[in-house]
């Protein structure tokens, strides 16, 4: 999320569009060549993107994976992949051979409110109109797959049910990339028979549809084909779960993913190679760039930064026990990315004050960031704070929060990377080169102990909670878990991000609270248990003036107002 | 649609995907050449597919067009697409400078029927996956369009509807790529004050969405944006139509379909180059591929084959009075493509009799093609019959049609384009050039004496219609075009395309009949009138056994099983 023009130290304070528009591009087989992908490996999509065949790849260089997390996220925004955009450019800078691995915004938001994913300022990756509108088309080749998957669901049951689907029961949502409130909750197959059974259903935006946590997490493509035929798509009217696989979709929706299974290859603004692929949610998926895209990045630069979704409690923790543990990877390093605004606001500041100098509320909101630090420790890394700076952060203020890093014991470097780009993280870089660790990263929980074992693992030690209560529903459902074999699946907690414990107004660092699981979703095609804390939005709405309101093309194709 | 391999002269025969994967593609950047395009223009979409900047096209040889056509189409098949694939190659192997332009295809009967629309055999466009299944996203360009707009009137009545929008009146439904029955007929918005207001709607295939047309009939961007702007959505609770601009959704639609708005290089089989973009409907849209690309096309070379949908009295007829109306565009050939086959199905033979000799049959049904002939001569064209031959033709039969091509007065030749490419269609191709006519071709009515006058005279000169009948609605609805200024917009008449009439059952060339029309809806963006005279279906369903049902993806990523 772009957070930090608003308050910028440039002068003329321009727009991440405008910057981005007025910065000269490397053509895109400059960039594979820095990367050490050969020509035959690229497939090129316009001249400054190109998708990459990982097959062709011919390098294994085993970089070093850098996590890049933060703190729980505030209304005021903390810059995490603004940071590790200029980060790698900052390695780039010191001679060091470094990539960027992140996930691909999705389009809803962006015709929604305003920002993007793309990062911001002088560390951005580009060109950011194509990265925050259609890309190369990996999200409209999920929403194709996951729809061809509804319809052939459905189609199914109109022509004779074979096997027994019960409507009632059908899981698998239909998804678009669109914020669309209206499409939350639907009743499909109106008109009489010609036209399909009436069924109560809804859609997900894209981002939330599970093949995109498939995409994720698949090593390749027979990977990718059998976990889609492992979806379960609903149950039998006798409770027996009904997979993809039964209905005949996989291969087809496998033909229709197999090019979005390729990482897609762009640029920081520092000329940095930077695979940008796959974009699933934090709370009901992983949250992270692509398994694939990460394992390509390893193979051509010697360090690679890759960022997790939400604070360090949700993204960095399934970094560590979802996808690490698919991928068999090591992390070398982590940077908890926060801003003097977000302590002060964990300190209870009100958003509108806190440009206000507040060295109580930075004392008392420090507890957040602690926190995510001893959290990042119990999983083998040595972890760095990045304290990216905003221009209305006082002299006081910086030199407080020096202050408590030597006191507390953790390295902690500010970065002014929104308007400086890479030379903004220098110092950064350097303490990120001083603190890597190998072979130590580790997972949290063994997942073959169960799901309900995993659950209190991930509540005690990183939500610091004193017990887990599960709904009746939810107690079905781990019934149901241990009858069906899914029981050994890792967790995918989805949780508020805006605090420790599932209640969003408990800000800072609570403890003792109680973890309350409302239902047990099995993402059988994905590989993980969804465990349920509270409501969870997979539609966005529309706000009342949409950002698609003030985007607009000149005649020669010039995008406006993006941002 | 590929249909002639089932009986193709070949021993072994194989599908035409298999015949695609075999044949040894040349570099998108040669097939640039050829066409004169320079490297400047050219935006690749992987190694054998780019698209194209209209205005970086530095030449102008204002290439002569020559519209493929066909007599009714018939559930055997004729092979348009085919035919004027094996065509433009011919001109290609006599030393021509041509180049073909066609319509994309829709991905949701790709999932459905067996078939696609690329050509087949030997005479195809390649690469014919990518082609078939996503090619370069313009679809889902398309599809983001249409819902966002979506979204954008609910989201605009869910905020406090300042328009005063009826939400029982909206005209503006969501649309898929994707043969999904139970999407035709929706209620969204349920769930209560949150998530919207309740509203009865439906999907359309994204190839029936106004953008589809839109897109077909914009000159340039700014055009494109203009229409846009001028969609109607619905109307208002006092009746007042509510444009796309007025809901400030024509800029970031615009946005979305910049990229799409450029046409797509590919290669035939025989090395040409080709243009596939757009894909509208010849229905309820005009059904042919872009203006823009039609355009570009004639830049390029000096023969542009272009074809329109269905038989000539639907697409051909559109093709003069929609298309070339707007684009100022001089036809100067037509070909009618016919088959023994569909000839004696439109003399009364079933279909599964289709393969047996039948003179009589053939006699019968000749009418068809005569009034096909007859009808494209109105339009200022010398119109070329190619007989696409089918293995099961006798010679009897073939000696037949030239008998009666001599004594009807219209030149005939025969083609064997998809066991022989462009070899079978040399003879041909010397006709067509014999008898190209510049600077002749017409429309046949004019839009400024109102629609009650444009539909009057394409149903006396083209369905040979005694009389038209409006229902109640339809004369309100023709009010209502006079006085909102729309009733001198040129008409698009959606009726069967198995007959001349609007009774799909009345075949051969039935005369003296009634059309019926039922509904005249404005399509201010497209910019003419949509005159329904039978019931048409916007969002098609899957048969029972789904053609995704056998496709599927090896290893190495090679698709099988696509048709």
């Given amino acids: 999320m772009s957070t930090q023009h608003h308050d910028s130290p440039k002068s003329e304070v321009l727009t991440d569009v405008e910057i981005a528009q007025a910065h000269t591009l490397e053509p895109i087989s400059t960039i594979a060549f820095k990367a050490g992908i050969s020509e035959d490996a690229l497939i090129p999509y316009g001249k400054y993107m190109a998708k990459v065949d990982p097959s062709l790849v011919q390098d294994d260089k085993q970089g070093k994976i850098i996590l890049v997390t933060?703190?729980?996220?505030?209304?005021?925004?903390?810059?995490?992949?603004?940071?590790?955009?200029?980060?790698?450019?900052?390695?780039?800078?010191?001679?060091k051979d470094a990539i960027v691995a992140l996930r691909e915004p999705s389009l809803g938001p962006v015709m929604g409110l305003k920002g993007g994913a793309a990062g911001g300022g002088y560390s951005q990756v580009v060109p950011m109109e194509n990265i925050n509108l259609h890309f190369t088309g990996d999200f409209?080749?999920?929403?194709?797959?996951?729809?061809?998957?509804?319809?052939?669901?459905?189609?199914?049951?109109?022509?004779?049910?074979?096997?027994?689907?019960?409507?009632?029961?059908?899981?698998?949502?239909?998804?678009?990339?669109?914020?669309?409130?209206?499409?939350?909750?639907?009743?499909?197959?109106?008109?009489?028979?010609?036209?399909?059974?009436?069924?109560?259903?809804?859609?997900?935006?894209?981002?939330?549809?599970?093949?995109?946590?498939?995409?994720?997490?698949a090593n390749d493509l027979d990977d990718l084909h059998e976990r889609l035929a492992q979806i379960t798509v609903g149950f039998t009217y006798d409770r027996k779960p009904v997979t993809a696989g039964e209905l005949n979709a996989a291969g087809a929706m496998t033909a229709l993913l197999k090019d979005a299974l390729k990482p897609n290859l762009v640029q920081t603004m520092g000329g940095t190679p930077a695979f940008i692929h796959g974009g699933p949610f934090a709370n009901i998926a992983h949250g992270c760039n692509t398994l694939i895209a990460t394992k390509t990045a390893q193979k051509c630069a010697d360090y690679v930064f890759t960022e997790a979704g939400f604070g360090a409690d949700l993204g960095a923790e399934k970094f560590f026990d979802i996808k690490s543990h698919y991928g068999d990877l090591d992390v070398a390093g982590a940077v908890v990315v926060a801003t003097i605004r977000s302590i002060k606001y964990n300190g209870g500041v009100d958003r509108s004050d806190l440009k206000s100098e507040n060295l109580d509320a930075l004392a008392k909101g420090i507890v957040n960031l602690e926190r995510h630090v001893e959290?990042?420790?119990?999983?083998?890394?040595?972890?760095?704070?990045?304290?990216?700076?905003?221009?209305?952060?006082?002299?006081?203020?910086?030199a407080w929060m020096a202050k408590w890093a030597k006191d507390f014991g953790v390295a902690l470097e500010e970065a002014e990377v929104w308007a400086k780009g890479g030379k903004g993280a220098e110092k950064l870089a350097k303490t990120v080169l001083d603190n890597l660790v190998e072979g130590a990263s580790s997972s949290l929980y063994n997942p073959e102990e169960g799901v309900e074992q995993s659950i209190e693992t991930i509540a005690r030690e990183v939500y610091r909670a004193a017990d887990v209560q599960y709904s009746d529903a939810a107690r079905k459902d781990l019934e149901n878990l241990r009858a069906s074999g899914a029981d050994a699946l890792p967790v995918c907690i989805s949780k508020t991000q805006y605090s420790f414990s599932d209640d969003p107004s408990r800000l800072g660092a609570p403890e003792g609270h109680t973890l309350h699981v409302r239902q047990l979703i099995p993402r059988t095609g994905a590989g993980f248990v969804l465990a349920l804390t509270g409501a969870v939005m997979t539609m966005p709405g529309l706000p009342k003036n949409p950002a698609a309101n003030n985007i607009d093309v000149d005649s020669s194709g010039n995008i406006k107002g993006l941002f």
């Fill in 70 to 95: 933060g703190v729980s996220p505030t209304p005021a925004g903390e810059g995490k992949s603004t940071t590790l955009i200029g980060l790698t450019d900052a390695f780039t800078n010191l001679g």
């Fill in 140 to 217: 409209h080749a999920i929403t194709s797959a996951n729809n061809t998957l509804a319809a052939m669901i459905d189609n199914h049951i109109h022509q004779g049910n074979e096997l027994n689907i019960d409507p009632r029961r059908i899981t698998w949502q239909r998804c678009l990339d669109v914020n669309d409130r209206s499409l939350r909750n639907v009743v499909t197959g109106l008109g009489g028979p010609a036209h399909g059974v009436p069924t109560e259903t809804g859609f997900t935006i894209t981002a939330a549809s599970e093949i995109m946590a498939i995409l994720g997490l």
């Fill in 375 to 398: 959290n990042l420790r119990k999983f083998g890394v040595r972890p760095v704070v990045a304290l990216n700076l905003f221009t209305s952060d006082t002299d006081r203020e910086r």
